[in-house]
């Protein structure tokens, strides 16, 4: 079964070889379990519950989810068509991925930041969030151990499942080569502010030299891009 949505904000499904809309019972397992404005025998979800744009739609074992310009992300029971969890933003989700296999949902937001949801048990909650592109986040899609994102900033990163799930330095993931990037950055910072105070050489002069400033410069500009 291939699934449908967009800006009219509803969703539909189709056989996959024969190309039409699948009739309800279809994916209910023979009891049609409806919702009440139905209006015909064809599996599909009406507008309501999403308000607008439907930017994304995954489909797994267990259900269906959904990402829209409406601040929310969905996951839906395909038998009875009705909302299970509604992730609600603060910006227009763009793209959304179910990652069943740790219990998480990550979602992406047209501010460029990804968000991780814990779905396991009880009411889903970030637990963590990712500054990953500086523009619109465009696709999510995982393979084996990692997943992947890409942006309308023109870049495509991947992104280690258990590292993010796992990370213990709070809320915001950083990856361990950035952090030492930043380390190795801000300490470099700390070595230019004592030459400029006259720790090391004369006040208002870096003892740097110009291969060192050179490669300082870089290093910056490569956090910058980050």
Request: charged share 25%; proline share 2%; aromatic share 6%.
């Amino acid at each position: 079964t291939l699934y449908s949505a967009g800006s009219d904000a509803s969703i539909r499904a189709w056989g996959a070889l024969t190309g039409k809309a699948v009739e309800a019972s279809a994916l209910v397992g023979g009891n049609k379990n409806t919702t009440e404005d139905d209006d015909d025998d064809d599996w599909h979800i009406a507008r309501g519950q999403h308000k607008t744009n439907i930017f994304d739609i995954k489909a797994t074992e267990s259900g269906l989810w959904t990402a829209s310009a409406d601040k929310t992300a969905i996951g839906w029971d395909v038998e009875t068509r009705k909302a299970d969890l509604v992730l609600e933003h603060k910006e227009a989700v763009t793209s959304v991925l179910p990652i069943p296999q740790v219990g998480v949902v990550v979602t992406g937001t047209n501010g460029g930041v990804i968000y991780v949801w814990n779905v396991s048990s009880g009411s889903p909650e970030v637990i963590r969030e990712i500054h990953a592109h500086i523009d619109d986040v465009t696709c999510l899609k995982a393979a084996g151990r990692v997943f992947y994102s890409s942006g309308l900033d023109e870049t495509l990163r991947v992104w280690d499942i258990k590292d993010v799930v796992g990370f213990k330095g709070g809320l915001e993931y950083v990856p361990a080569e950035l952090a030492d990037l930043k380390k190795q950055a801000s300490a470099s910072s700390g070595s230019s502010a004592n030459s400029k105070a006259g720790t090391f050489g004369n006040a208002g002069h870096s003892v740097l030299t110009e291969e060192e400033e050179r490669e300082l410069a870089e290093l910056m500009s490569d956090l910058d891009d980050l």
